[in-house]
């Protein structure tokens, strides 16, 4: 946003620093200038601001000038705005708050007899047509020019109606769905039931909050005036913002908390422009408040400050000044803070002022006063250390998961914590497991990622979209369950593939990745753990058990020890249409917390043997039910220290085989340490072989 120095100097008079002294106080202090920049001979310069959502307070020339006064100690000129004496009216403006948690406050001053016209430069000490000027703020009439300078001025956003085009009072309610309203940008909109409206007795006139409406808005002609200034909940207005995809600088505020008690004064600011060019008040201020929400925004609680935790968290001793009780007072007090006499044990009560939303606790106090006095003038000085740095836990076991998938070619990828429910449902490991966020930023990143797939997928999606043609990705990281009170974290590590194998090293004789590959992946990763029994198996379609985002026949589920550790194969097809991906993709994900129990292998070196090994193969039938994962566990368990390896070679599928039966080429390596194999020991060792396998079910093709 934007801030005119010469606005700001309006409200201090005793400000001595020049403009880029002032610009890097100011940002020193966390109300940010970002650039300076000179308008000219007594004009001052034009500050552009990044002021924080947090701090909506300070999103205004008042505010601003707020901190400018605590900073330098100096007096801060009150907002004052003189309005003359109301008329008497025959009856009190109707208004009616419906929308009782959406709406707490709603202030009507009526104003008759009023000229639109162009707004003066000079009113109440306010130079406004200068300041819009400067600002490269368009000027309208002093209507529209009057809220203008209200939220500009302090912040506090207000409408002014065409009274005449108002039928019986004011109402402020949910729409009724279907209710149609034509805004002031001219686009007539189809509102929702959770919309929040201004309405008179017969039509809604204008979003609460967010725009005013088409029918009743100021023209030329109008000569009497409703000047409206409200609070309205920050949820409800960035609700019916977003639905309707607007954005204004009434939504802009109001999105992030309104001050309760400002408006009665907006509504005089706006009231006195309006009237500098005739006409008079009709009536007091109607000002219709609910009771729970004042309590909750306006009359807030106290808050116990003790200047000893000061000490403890600040330190006594930061320069000749130093923090010390009245440095304290005096900082709160021009923060707006009211001060009382406290308990034993803190030194004050602290009333939190109405328009400062992110002060709650003592330690947001504390920090106020280390914000003021300035982080830069604490001395360069580093907390006592008397520990070593410990390695977690599972930072081993976590490294040699990096490490094998580093070394299988995949990059690592960091992705958002947040995903959306639809995709939590789909992604996560049992239902239900997502954790819905209190307050999300959109619906795309409304719960805690129960999987780390989506983030994959997206990667994954994002690359291929933009011409990568071969994608290997991993992500170690996070992944939530439980309920809003109580969340469980547990490690994960999910990796996608997509795109050509080179063969050989030859990039013309390249393949698809497929299952295999990935397959094989996942037996490097598991292989640096000590494992008794790791097997892949899939399951029916009609079992359910499959994830949903993965293809029914081209996916397994890994199970080490006994216990699934995770699934992996191919991204099902319906996601992939959904995503827009014509390339098979491999994805998967592993459960670290169960992986984690396991001790990790221990590398062993060995001399290789400098005799001759031998090779033997094995034709082998075996019925279809029969997987490759048993013939390899009957061979490990052999433990037969010369038998170094043994592989598929070949399968082979002919009708001349009996019924569901296929035939299986093995391929085994003999090799001993210290002498040479004799024949009547490799006849030893493929008797063993035969038997292993015939104890699962295979025989020998004869």
């Not at 900073?71 to 309005?83: Q, R, T, V």
């Not at 899939?538 to 699934?567: C, K, M, N, Q």
């Not at 368990?637 to 592989?647: A, C, F, M, S, T």
Request: with cysteine; aromatic share 8%; charged share 25%.
């Amino acid at each position: 946003m934007n801030i005119l120095t010469k606005w700001l100097r309006a409200y201090l008079p005793g400000l001595a620093v020049d403009d880029n002294q002032l610009g890097e106080d100011l940002t020193l202090r966390g109300i940010a200038v970002e650039g300076i920049y000179n308008l000219g001979a007594g004009n001052g310069s034009l500050y552009e601001m990044d002021i924080t959502t947090n701090r909506v307070d300070a999103m205004n020339h008042y505010g601003v000038a707020r901190e400018a006064a605590t900073i330098y100690s100096l007096p801060l000129a009150p907002l004052e705005f003189s309005l003359p004496a109301a008329q008497a009216a025959d009856a009190p403006f109707s208004v009616r708050i419906e929308a009782e948690s959406e709406c707490g406050r709603f202030t009507a001053r009526v104003l008759r007899g009023i000229t639109i016209t162009e707004t003066r430069d000079w009113f109440n000490g306010a130079e406004v047509a200068t300041y819009f000027a400067l600002l490269e703020q368009k000027k309208i009439s002093n209507a529209v020019d009057a809220t203008n300078f209200a939220w500009l001025a302090m912040g506090q956003p207000t409408h002014a109606f065409d009274l005449d085009k108002i039928e019986g009072g004011i109402v402020v309610r949910r729409a009724r769905k279907g209710e149609r309203l034509k805004t002031l940008d001219g686009i007539e909109r189809v509102l929702d039931a959770e919309d929040l409206v201004v309405a008179d007795h017969a039509k809604a006139l204008g979003l609460a909050g967010v725009m005013g409406g088409w029918d009743t808005m100021i023209t030329s002609s109008t000569t009497n005036v409703l000047v409206e200034a409200a609070w309205f909940d920050p949820v409800a207005v960035r609700r019916t913002a977003r639905r309707h995809g607007l954005h204004t600088d009434a939504s802009h505020r109001f999105e992030r908390g309104a001050d309760f008690n400002a408006a009665p004064l907006a509504s005089a600011i706006v009231s006195s422009i309006l009237l500098a060019n005739g006409g008079h008040i009709d009536g007091e201020l109607v000002d219709v408040r609910v009771s729970s929400i004042e309590k909750r925004t306006a009359n807030r609680n106290t808050v116990p400050l003790a200047l000893r935790e000061v000490h403890r968290l600040l330190g006594t001793t930061l320069d000749k000044d130093g923090i010390d009780a009245p440095m304290v007072e005096s900082v709160l007090t021009a923060l707006g803070c009211g001060l009382a006499q406290g308990a034993e044990t803190a030194n004050w009560k602290v009333t939190l002022p109405s328009w400062r939303l992110d002060l709650d606790r003592e330690i947001d106090l504390i920090e106020e006063v280390a914000r003021v006095y300035g982080y830069n003038r604490f001395a360069n000085t580093l907390p006592a250390f008397g520990e070593g740095v410990h390695d977690l836990s599972w930072g081993q076991s976590e490294a040699a998961v990096r490490g094998s998938l580093l070394a299988a070619g995949f990059h690592e990828a960091i992705s958002s914590t947040f995903c959306s429910a639809a995709e939590a449902a789909l992604t996560a490991p049992q239902p239900g497991l997502a954790v819905p966020l209190g307050n999300p930023l959109s619906e795309e990143a409304g719960v805690l990622r129960p999987s780390l797939v989506p983030g994959m997928l997206a990667a994954t999606a994002g690359n291929l979209h933009r011409d990568v043609s071969d994608v290997r990705l991993f992500e170690l990281g996070t992944v939530f369950s439980g309920t809003t009170e109580k969340v469980e974290e547990r490690p994960a590590v999910a990796f996608a593939a997509a795109g050509a194998l080179p063969q050989h090293g030859a990039l013309h004789d390249a393949r698809a990745i497929d299952f295999h590959d990935v397959k094989g992946v996942v037996e490097q990763l598991l292989a640096r753990f000590q494992t008794r029994a790791i097997y892949f198996d899939r399951f029916p379609p009609e079992a359910g058990i499959t994830p949903a985002w993965l293809h029914p026949y081209r996916s397994a589920r890994v199970a080490v020890d006994g216990v699934t550790v995770g699934w992996f194969g191919q991204l099902h097809p319906r996601e992939a249409a959904a995503r827009k991906l014509k390339e098979a993709v491999l994805v998967g994900e592993i459960y670290l917390d169960r992986l984690y129990k396991l001790p990790l292998r221990k590398t062993i070196a060995k001399e290789i043997s400098r005799f001759q090994p031998v090779r033997r193969d094995f034709s082998l039938i075996l019925d279809e039910g029969i997987a490759w994962e048993k013939i390899d566990q009957a061979l490990a368990v052999l433990q037969i220290p010369e038998l170094v390896d043994w592989r598929v070679r070949e399968v082979f599928r002919d009708a001349r085989l009996g019924a569901r039966e296929y035939s299986l080429l093995m391929g085994t390596t003999f090799q001993a340490a210290d002498r040479t194999l004799r024949e009547e020991e490799l006849q030893s060792f493929q008797a063993r072989v035969v038997e292993a396998v015939a104890a699962v079910g295979a025989r020998l093709r004869s």
